[in-house]
């Protein structure tokens, strides 16, 4: 069980809960913590009374970057939000990449390794993104407006702070950019999309491990934590097409005490 704060994530022991309900409680005497989200989206937790457990996050890194900037933006943040926007474009056509490699039986590690050689470099992820789509689809995908462009450079390479509609302006650009092509790959692609998914689970969860060997053997649960975000591959493909960016930022306005820091 959790709630979502300032991309912060409240967790609550699952032993405890279960004990608190089996109590007459219904879990309002359970302690939580609060953890910030990481990039491998797992954790290994213990509660103040022992109880061990991994929690981890159901998400591509595109789309809770994409909801921190959202978050950042409610919060005044235009700078950051920017920040968070553009990264998480940039995860997308990392994530589009790899779906459409994975659907073609590309091998995984040769992908992994030719993806190593433009990863450093946005414009080349960018071009390896638009000639990947146009080999897939014939055509070349709907791209950023060169305003966009433009704005994200001054904001980027010359310190320049937006104003809160800019901001908003770049984030509903990009979400625009981001549906549609994300509504194809889940038409054609949900078993890919799910099997990547399952894929980086299990690479962090071997991270994990790795990194604390003397739990392998030991039995734990593991919770797996499903946010409520703007762009999210767990929301129903119709609910998602008729989704509405400016109706879902609104409703984080609506709700601003809970993320306020």
Same mark, same amino acid.
């Given at each position: 069980s959790f709630?979502?704060?300032?991309?912060k994530?409240m967790?609550?022991?699952?032993?405890?809960?279960?004990n608190?309900?089996e109590?007459g409680?219904n879990g309002?005497d359970v302690?939580?913590c609060?953890l910030?989200?990481?990039?491998?989206f797992?954790y290994?937790?213990?509660?103040?009374k022992?109880?061990?457990?991994?929690?981890?996050?159901?998400?591509?890194?595109?789309?809770v970057l994409?909801?921190?900037?959202l978050?950042?933006h409610?919060n005044?943040?235009y700078l950051e939000?920017?920040?968070?926007?553009?990264? %998480?474009l940039?995860r997308?056509? #990392?994530f589009?990449? !790899?779906?459409i490699c994975?659907a073609?039986n590309?091998d995984a590690? *040769?992908?992994?390794?030719?993806?190593k050689?433009?990863?450093?470099?946005s414009?080349?992820e960018?071009?390896a993104?638009v000639?990947?789509y146009?080999? %897939?689809?014939?055509d070349i995908? #709907?791209?950023?407006? !060169?305003?966009s462009?433009?704005?994200r450079n001054k904001v980027?390479? *010359?310190g320049?702070f937006?104003?809160k509609e800019e901001?908003?302006?770049?984030?509903?650009?990009?979400?625009k950019m981001?549906k549609?092509?994300y509504?194809e790959?889940r038409e054609?692609?949900?078993a890919?999309i799910?099997s990547?998914?399952?894929?980086?689970?299990?690479e962090?969860?071997?991270s994990?491990?790795?990194?604390?060997?003397k739990i392998k053997?030991t039995p734990?649960?593991?919770q797996?934590?499903c946010l409520?975000?703007?762009?999210?591959h767990?929301?129903?493909?119709?609910e998602f097409?008729?989704h509405?960016?400016?109706?879902?930022?609104?409703n984080?306005?609506s709700?601003?005490?809970?993320y306020?820091?």
């Amino acid at each position: 069980s959790f709630t979502l704060n300032i991309m912060k994530i409240m967790m609550f022991c699952p032993d405890c809960l279960e004990n608190s309900i089996e109590g007459g409680f219904n879990g309002l005497d359970v302690k939580g913590c609060q953890l910030a989200i990481e990039n491998e989206f797992t954790y290994l937790l213990t509660c103040d009374k022992g109880h061990q457990y991994i929690a981890q996050l159901q998400a591509f890194p595109f789309e809770v970057l994409f909801e921190s900037g959202l978050i950042a933006h409610v919060n005044g943040f235009y700078l950051e939000s920017v920040l968070s926007f553009k990264a %998480a474009l940039e995860r997308f056509y #990392e994530f589009y990449i !790899n779906i459409i490699c994975r659907a073609r039986n590309i091998d995984a590690d *040769k992908l992994d390794n030719a993806y190593k050689q433009i990863s450093n470099n946005s414009e080349r992820e960018y071009g390896a993104f638009v000639f990947m789509y146009f080999q %897939a689809n014939n055509d070349i995908p #709907e791209l950023l407006p !060169n305003k966009s462009v433009e704005f994200r450079n001054k904001v980027v390479h *010359k310190g320049y702070f937006p104003k809160k509609e800019e901001a908003l302006r770049f984030a509903r650009n990009i979400y625009k950019m981001i549906k549609p092509i994300y509504i194809e790959l889940r038409e054609k692609y949900d078993a890919e999309i799910l099997s990547f998914l399952n894929v980086k689970r299990q690479e962090y969860y071997n991270s994990l491990i790795k990194a604390n060997p003397k739990i392998k053997d030991t039995p734990i649960s593991i919770q797996s934590l499903c946010l409520p975000l703007c762009i999210h591959h767990a929301t129903g493909l119709d609910e998602f097409k008729e989704h509405s960016f400016d109706e879902y930022y609104q409703n984080l306005l609506s709700r601003s005490s809970e993320y306020r820091m």
